[in-house]
Structure formats: structure tokens, C-alpha cells
């Protein structure tokens, strides 16, 4: 079989699994028979039984997911609105003093998508959460520009993240014994610290749920919780086909440095409301013409087969090429993201 | 790795043919394959009349996660393909070497199958 080794599903060679970051449920995931591949560094599973069993899982009832591999980052002192208010292109007043988390991308001077990023915000504690392949870039670019503000940047490698989502989800995270009481409480994006513990009713899968940012020696416990009452544990493949049902960016397929937010799909997360903000990257986000950019639009396959990135399509007007592509267990047919050019109209051939 | 019928000879690249009593090949892919590939969704198969050469690509079958061109074990002229995979490709997971089957082919030359890699021979492949 021709591609089959050079897929994403290949094997993890020994002397590669001792080099490899592990989370805190290395051997859960062991334990439960997990597939597991290298992502970014990390050996994660990617299935523990089937996908498409894991997919249906989420969109019908609770899934657990360990998405420790993710970067997490807190910051003390200093004005970190301020601080948040220059690197994020999104605006932190909108949530700051709001108990919420917004979602955002991190700019480098050129308009290029260096990131993107949900920012919590409860209390007077922030804490950002980013993608792991970015982890040191991040934080070189946090440590550079918090100097001005007084801010120090804390990585948080001690901390792991469980996400549990699904229509059954938020009652079944109630019926957690430590689960603060609270948590009820929560609205959409709304977070809340408990001591060193934050829980956000945020996700990436389309569902209601929760994401557990909590320190690593906290995880197993509830994991193992989470699992008693029926929250099915559930791999990075799935996470993958259920972020794309939603139509969410996956940062590196769906938009790189190379690409700036209008021809990514995150126009609506760039706010110049207030024109006395200066975040970076705004001068060159001004000088482009947002009528002849290409965009992310979500796309169907009418025939048989599975859409994969880096497929070029072609409609009347331009072309486009595939980003994200895979199969849509919900709709049984293939679906993906692609970026096309200005005056597409519904249809496009392969 | 799970047991693998005897009556079998392999590829390196996964795929199995078996001679049936009438002296015709059924081919398919190992379970092994089945297992790194995931939920398969969908397979391209070849034409029945069309040849096919040996090692060369007779059928696409698409998991999910990766798309993989299927080689033919031998050469031949395919008599018959299992229509069956058109709705139901997910017993290619659960049923790799009896009602996952993939074609039947009227072979050319038979001394491809003896070169064929026993079912030890592949099974220390997948090892490797």
C-alpha cells in the first residue's frame, strides 16, 4: 500500500518514544489501549478504539479528552492588560473584570499569525492557553514585549489540561466530587479560578462542555472520575473530525505565519473599536484590502472519496486550495477548509 | 499482532492474496493494515475485465486519517470485486481477510504467488 507509512499514523520507533514528551496520563492512555503517535513532540493518543465510535461519543453524549500537551501560561505583576491590549489582536477589555475567556490570535509585526490563543481571564489572575508546537516561540515573544509593562511571564509545564465535551457533558463534570460547586454557574466562555485550578466552559469540538486547566498531579483523579461516570475517553483523530464539523482553524494546517486573519477566517476576532489601541501587527492589517483577500470557506464533497490538504479546487472565478480535510462522521461525507479566492460561489471542482 | 490464516501470502505493503479452489486469487488487505489505517470510509476498486500487473496500484482505500493505494499481489484479469465495500467499507476493519475482500482475479502467472511472503515471513515485517 503506497502512502500507508508515510500517513500520520505511522508507527512510533523506539529510540523516537524516549525523546518524546509524556502528559501525567501516559499510562491511562497505555492502560485503556490507546493508539499512540507523535504530535508535535508529545506521544498522544490518537484513537483508543475507533474515531468515528469517539466522534459520535462527543456528539451524543460526554468525551474526556487529555490535551495536556497544550501550552499554558500565567503572568504576575506589572499591567497585563496593558501588557495583552499591545500582543493580542483581540480586545482583553472586553473580558477583563468579566470572569471570561476570549479567543484570539497573536500577531507578529507583519500581520502574520504567529498563534492563536484563548486568554482566561477571572478574578485578577489571567492565564493564556496556546498551541504546543508554538510553545517556545510564545513564550520568547510574551518574555520580549512583557518587559515593557512590567509583566513576568510564567510557563506553566506543571499544569495539564482535560477537556470534557459533549451535549451530557456539563452535568456529568457537576457530579465530579471536587468539582467546585460553583462551576454551575458558568456561563458560555465564562472561567473561574479555584485556588490554582481554572475551569472554563470553553472547547474545540463544537459541543457544551468544560476545559480543566489544573496542575498535572490533579489529573489523574479526575480522569479517572470522569471515566466512572461514563465520559468516554477520546483521541486527537476525533478531536481533529469534531473541531472541523465546528469549521475551527487548526493553527499550521488552516493558517500560518505566512498568513494574515482576513484570509484566515478570524476577521472577527481583530478589534480596532478602540482606535487608541496599538496592538501589533495593526499598521499592517490597515494597509490590506479586505475585498480582494482570499477566504476560509467550509467545504462538502458530493462525490465519494475524502478531501485532503493540499487538494486544489477550482471554481469560476479563482482558485483554492484544501487546508484541512478529512471525513465528517456526522454527515458521512467528506468535508474540510479551504482558502479560495475573492467571488467564489457555491460550487468548485476537485 | 493478531493471528494470520495461513492459507495466506503477503506483500511487504500489506496486501493478501489466497488461491481458491477453483484456482482463481482473492486479494485484500492484512489486518495489520486495517488496524493502522483506522475507520475506513471509503475504497476505490478496480473494473471487473480491467488487468492488472502485479505491484502495481489496483484500488485506493481511505480511512479518516490517510488515503493508501492498494498493490495487487499478481497479475491478472479481475473477474469479480465485492460490491459490498461500495456501502459498508467498515467490514474491511472488522472482517480483513473473509468479508472484507477487496477482488477476484484470473492470474496470469502463478509463480508470483510462490514469491509472495508467507504469513511468518510477513508477519516478521510488521515487526520490524
Known sequence: MGSLNVAIICLLENSELQKMNKTALHNAHINLGAKMVNFSNWEMPISYTSLIEEHHAVRNGAGIFDVSHMSVFDFNGGDQVAFFERIFANDIKKISNYNKAIYGALLNEKGGILDDLIIYHAGDKFRLVSNCSTREQNRQ????????FGVEVIERSDMGILAIQGPDAFNKILSIKEMNSQVKNLPSFGCMFDGDKLYARTGYTGEDGLELIVPSRNISQLWDQALSLGCVPIGLGARDTLRLEAGLNLYGNDMTIDNHPYESNLGWTIDMTDQNRQFIGKEALLSIDQTKSQKIVGIILR???????????????GKGLVLSGSYSPTLQSSIGLARVDQGYLSMARL | MNDVPADLKFLSSHEW???????????????HA???????VFVELPEVGQSVDAESDAAIVESVKAASDVYSPLSGEVIEVNSLLEDQPEI??????EDGWFYKLNPSDMGEFDNLLSPDDYIDVCED
Open chain 2, 34 to 40: 486495517q488496524d493502522l489505517l483506522g475507520d475506513i
Open chain 1, 303 to 317: 462525490d465519494k472519496g475524502v478531501l485532503r490538504a493540499g487538494y486544489e479546487i477550482n471554481h469560476d472565478r
Open chain 2, 92 to 97: 474491511i476493519n472488522s472482517s480483513p481477510y
Open chain 2, 17 to 31: 492474496a489466497r488461491v481458491e479452489s477453483d484456482g482463481t486469487i482473492t486479494i485484500g488487505i492484512s489486518d
Open chain 1, 141 to 148: 515573544w510574551y518574555e520580549k514585549h512583557a518587559v515593557e
